[in-house]
């Protein structure tokens, strides 16, 4: 049998990672709960969840029961002049769900393959939908989005996550957008009401300057995920949306880190009371097995794509949208919210989080603690701040020695589990933190 390390080696580009300064990745066998198993022997704690997208537990039962039984019956079919079950099932379980926000529904459903496809739907179909209201000559061009965002990494989500400093060398290449102030917030913060009415100014400046020119803002409701789990306020982002929409343009909520119950509710928009126009999502919707996303939107904005010629439709679509396998996954998973009572486990991780983290932010070196349903968060006192930061990189090395998948963010550190996760698992990932932040460490 050939060496999976060598053949690694001589084949393979992994996605954020400079592979000549990167150590060996390391080699996953298998996985159950919480737990993956490594070809070294070692079992490793999946304390992020696999990147963000895992719900139940690895190798949940009843996600593979509904995969195989799916593949026995269809595995793929084009998703234009067909239709299939799981989809519809799936789309119409969806739109019941969206029935926890307020306003006017969500009630179409959009598939495609990934978070950053379907913020690309959402971007285009919303620059369409004023084309398609107001004709060519719409003045309703421009995109808004907060700084530090990350939508994705095909070319309109870049454009909308321009500021975080992941995309300098795309800059010449990306549309303009309008970008605002992210009032970044956490426990104990005494400027949060400052920050938040500076972005307020900022919004209400720019629907003085350019409001008739605004398509649609686009926002991860209360945590930017990929920039270092950065958190807002519910009541701030109500106020936004309040603004936003009294200027005529449309709300995009990204959810595609922030859905299935992340933030404490199904939604994070329901924290804040947000009846968006688009919603995106992914990661959790399959529970973590396959690759899907979902573009949902309300009535009107499906309505105004409709016309006796297809100048008039959307035209997008992926090979593998509405994949059967992948629709049978995410039923599978939206069962295991109600027979497994996700939501209290979330409550309950919570509950945990804040417990030790009001232990782990007495140490000097922890800075800025944030906790919001699964997600806990820390920033490091460091002299060297940003994504590829030392002491990101040596202690994301310190948890792998010691089988605990925790991986930094530069300085900022988080916690993310899947929802199976027990209350010994949790606490041993704490008492990890809480060494990593009195050792010595890289800075």
């Not at 769900?97 to 959009?110: E, I, Q, T, W």
Request: net charge neutral.
């Amino acid at each position: 049998m050939n060496d999976i390390r060598a053949l690694d080696r001589r084949h393979l580009w992994h996605p954020y990672t400079q592979a000549q300064t990167a150590p060996e990745p390391l080699e996953i066998l298998s996985g159950r709960g919480a737990t993956l198993y490594g070809a070294d022997g070692k079992e490793y704690l999946d304390l992020v969840s696999s990147w963000w997208v895992n719900l139940h537990g690895h190798a949940h039962p009843a996600i593979v029961r509904a995969i195989s039984e799916q593949a026995a019956r269809l595995e793929q079919v084009i998703f234009a002049d067909f239709t299939h079950a799981p989809a519809v099932e799936l789309a119409a379980r969806l739109v019941e769900k969206f029935g926890r926000l307020p306003g006017d529904k969500l009630s179409r459903v959009f598939y495609s393959d990934d978070g950053s496809t379907a913020v690309e739907v959402a971007l285009k179909a919303s620059l369409q939908y004023w084309r398609n209201v107001e004709g060519a000559a719409t003045r309703r061009t421009r995109i808004v989005a907060f700084e530090g965002a990350y939508h994705g990494d095909t070319f309109g989500a870049m454009a909308a996550g321009a500021r975080s400093g992941f995309f300098d060398a795309f800059g010449p290449k990306l549309f303009d957008v309008e970008f605002l102030p992210f009032p970044a917030t956490f426990d104990g913060d005494a400027e949060v009401e400052q920050k938040e009415r500076a972005a307020l100014d900022a919004l209400e400046r720019l629907i003085a300057r350019r409001g008739a020119e605004l398509a649609a803002a686009i926002v991860e409701p209360l945590v930017q995920g990929a920039s270092g789990m950065r958190f807002c306020r519910p009541r701030f982002l109500s106020a936004f949306a309040e603004r936003l929409t009294a200027s005529g343009a449309l709300l995009i909520c990204d959810e595609v880190m922030t859905g299935f119950g992340r933030t404490g509710t199904l939604f994070a928009s329901e924290q804040a009371a947000l009846s968006p126009d688009f919603m995106t999502l992914s990661k959790g919707l399959t529970g973590g097995y396959l690759p899907l996303s979902v573009t949902a939107c309300k009535e009107s904005i499906y309505q105004a794509f409709l016309g006796p010629s297809f100048s008039r439709a959307l035209a997008h679509g992926h090979s593998f949208t509405a994949n059967p396998l992948g629709c049978a996954a995410a039923l599978g998973s939206l069962a295991l919210f109600e027979s497994e009572r996700s939501l209290e486990r979330v409550a309950k991780i919570e509950r945990l989080h804040r417990e030790r983290m009001a232990r782990l932010a007495k140490l000097p070196r922890v800075t800025s603690p944030r906790v919001l349903g699964a997600i806990a968060s820390f920033d490091v006192k460091t002299e060297g701040p940003g994504y590829d930061a030392a002491v990101g990189r040596a202690l994301k090395e310190r948890f792998y020695s010691r089988g605990l998948l925790i991986r930094p963010m530069g300085s900022n550190v988080y916690l993310l589990p899947p929802y199976c996760i027990t209350d010994e698992e949790l606490h041993r990932a704490y008492d990890a933190l809480e060494e990593a932040m009195v050792e010595p460490c890289a800075s």
